[in-house]
């Protein structure tokens, strides 16, 4: 007979890493980004409290926050260098290591939906562009204008970037990549990524957020990871799978994992931050930056929001 539901279930979830402190952000942008934390919060924790599953926790949470313009993803999405905005997504379900991911999106409102789709209702896991975009308005999803997603905030961005020589990323590192991790009644673990890339990219790049076993990774038998920062280095260490495999083969713990391999990024040169959740729920962030925008739900009644790294 299968085992019983253990009523324990955990959600972690970021809102991306990087100058985040209280001399950067005003307050307004400050209880901003926690109301949207905690709504993303509210909605990932409402589908485990309900017995639901964690890939079903982490893409709700994932779509509150790509409908926040406080963050770097979906509406509120950085300019490329051309002054366009592309978004980039993954998810993968830890049971059986199902995944879907999506790069250079322009028109599907929540991303990580279309990356569901893509691993649900497709042959394959990746899919990019133009597309990727079709897939999605062949699959009934919601699609927006390019003026959902645009903010002013973004655009400001990218005027101080045109106006420095464009040859540079992120002026101003306040707003992040978002996402999520889960363990749900049923001992299954999930993992969710979006963003909008960083401001001024060129030539259709793409980070580590969509990139199974970098910037997202989901498995039972280890933890499931989603990460924001510095994505080149991201990818280089491939720190999704990187994490899982310490913990996994190695016998390192969640947090042990997690900050051995934020160093080894640190150490190529990037920075940046993870959240992570264990087989047996157990919650961990770790990050090199200033900030992280991060939050934590479990079935003990934790709620709780942060920013700053002294939190």
Known sequence: MPSPPDPRWTLVIHGGAGTLTRDTLTPDQDAGARAGLAAALEAGAAVLAGGGAAIDAVEAAVRVLEDDPHFNAGRGATFTHAGGIEHDAAIMDGRDRNAGAVAGTATTRHPVSLARAVMTDSRHVFLSGAGADAFSRQQGLEQAASDWF??????????????????????????????????????????????????????????????????????????????????????????????????????????????????????????????????????????????????????????????????
């Open 150 to 311: 645009a903010v002013p905030e973004r655009r400001r961005q990218w005027d101080e970037l045109m106006a420095s020589g464009g040859d540079s990323f992120d002026v101003d590192m306040k707003y992040g990549t978002v996402g999520a991790v889960a363990r749900d009644v049923h001992g299954h673990l999930a993992a969710a990524t979006s963003t909008g890339g960083v401001t001024g990219k060129r030539w259709g790049r793409i980070g580590d957020s969509p990139v199974i076993g970098a910037g997202t990774f989901a498995d039972d038998r280890a933890c499931a990871v989603s990460c924001t920062g510095s994505g080149e280095y991201f990818l280089r260490v491939g720190v999704g799978h990187e994490i899982a495999a310490r913990v996994r083969l190695a016998g390192a713990s969640v947090a042990d994992a997690a900050r051995g391999v934020l160093a080894e990024v640190k150490a190529l040169g990037g920075v940046g931050g993870v959240i992570v959740v264990g087989a047996g729920g157990e919650p961990v962030w770790q990050l090199t930056t200033p900030g992280m925008n991060r939050g934590l739900a479990t079935s003990a009644g934790v709620r709780t929001v942060a920013i700053y790294g002294d939190e």
